[in-house]
């Protein structure tokens, strides 16, 4: 969280008068806390900031057809350089070396359980083997995914209670979209920590320490990043009351876009596979020819996407000499500071392991955060996103 200020300095920061400011709060929009006094307010400066970044775009030209939405949400913050789970910043989660298994846990706001399970049964495991095994071998690996979500909703899971079980349902959903990960052959050793079996499903090469550590803070830092368009997806699902595997297929389907989670795969292939086929890779301009936010800048994030150099720190570390400096070169003529696609997109190369393992980090990742917005929206009056159509007049012929 950041500093707690005043009504009327919280006024100011958003440009509004101080009955506005009471609007915001009785929609949902801002949260207050009581201050010293026990009469007067106290608003923080983060979600000031939020709230302010989001009104003024309202003041510029826009397409008729743009949406501004504000969700009040205790999951996470995010402002320029700054990302909070729970209130506690995910840089100092990573530099504690913590698990992301216990990261969902916070994100889920639930006391750790007795003894989590974060894997399949052998019979949902084979039944999960079935359905991937019916699908082509060119089938996306979000696609994937959705099918072994899809497969697990009727494979009976943690339950159908009211309201679900959300943790439960989350490492049965996580547990699920690693067992459709890479080859899904063999058993993926008896640790079940996430980041190892990931290691082990998706990369040839041995899952060091550092090597795991290296996917471990990937999870981390993208467990969540707030309303991001799938988180959204997820939201608007859980409003209509979907269970918790129909949230998560709303996840996906946002999450496969070129502009969101595919992303870091289109820039391993553009920046990083001409290596492996006999080029040098990382040309000069390369990196400029991408759209806006896909490898590089942030549009929230405006001096740098501060999940980049933890992850990029963790990949230096397990890298060769020579994908040091193929990293290197690929940022060259870049419009902007890399950010977390490029990173995860680095990571990818240097396990070696396919384009499409970092579009599947990212998935198994976020449905983290998914989970928790999802359960959260649970407590939030139901079917509240309604749009308003704006129907243009038919040209003349």
């Known amino acids: 969280m950041g500093e707690q200020v005043d009504a009327r300095t919280a006024a100011e920061r958003l440009g509004v008068d101080v009955r506005t400011l009471y609007a915001y709060v009785s929609r949902g929009a801002l949260r207050r806390a009581p201050g010293p006094d026990g009469r007067s307010s106290r608003y923080d400066s983060d979600e000031l900031e939020l709230l302010a970044r989001r009104s003024r775009p309202r003041t510029l030209p826009r397409p008729a057809a743009s949406i501004d939405l504000v969700i009040a949400t205790r999951v996470s913050s995010v402002s320029n350089g700054v990302v909070r789970y729970r209130g506690r910043d995910v840089l100092g989660l990573v530099a504690a070396g913590v698990p992301f298994e216990a990261v969902a846990e916070l994100l889920w706001a639930c006391p750790p359980a007795t003894e989590p399970t974060w894997r399949l049964s052998s019979g949902q495991a084979a039944s999960l083997g079935l359905v991937l095994g019916a699908l082509g071998d060119g089938t996306p690996v979000a696609m994937r995914f959705a099918a072994a979500v899809a497969a697990a909703a009727g494979a009976g899971g943690p339950g159908a209670a009211s309201p679900p079980d959300w943790p439960a349902w989350g490492r049965f959903l996580i547990a699920t979209l690693v067992g459709a990960s890479g080859q899904t052959q063999g058993d993926d050793g008896a640790d079940g920590q996430v980041a190892r079996r990931l290691w082990r499903r998706w990369s040839p090469l041995s899952p060091t320490a550092a090597r795991v550590r290296a996917v471990n803070t990937a999870l981390v830092l993208l467990a969540e990043h707030e309303l991001a ?169």
């Open 229 to 397: 368009a799938s988180t959204l997806a997820v939201r608007v699902a859980a409003s209509a009351r979907a269970a918790p595997p129909g949230c998560v297929l709303a996840g996906l389907g946002a999450l496969s876009g070129t502009l969101h989670g595919d992303a870091p795969r289109i820039v391993r292939e553009r920046l990083f596979c001409r290596r492996a086929d006999g080029g040098d890779g990382g040309e000069a301009g390369d990196a400029a020819r991408f759209p806006a936010g896909v490898g590089f800048g942030h549009s929230v994030h405006r001096d740098g996407d501060p999940r980049t150099a933890p992850l990029l720190r963790a990949v230096q570390a397990i890298a060769t000499p020579a994908d040091r400096d193929l990293i290197e070169r690929s940022r060259y003529g870049a419009p902007a500071p890399p950010n977390a696609d490029f990173a995860l997109a680095a990571l990818s190369h240097v396990a070696r392991m396919p384009p499409e393992a970092a579009t599947a980090i990212f998935a198994v990742a976020r449905t983290a955060g998914w989970i928790a917005h999802a359960a959260e929206e649970y407590t939030e009056p139901y079917v509240r996103f309604r749009g308003r159509a704006v129907t243009f007049a038919r040209r003349p012929a």
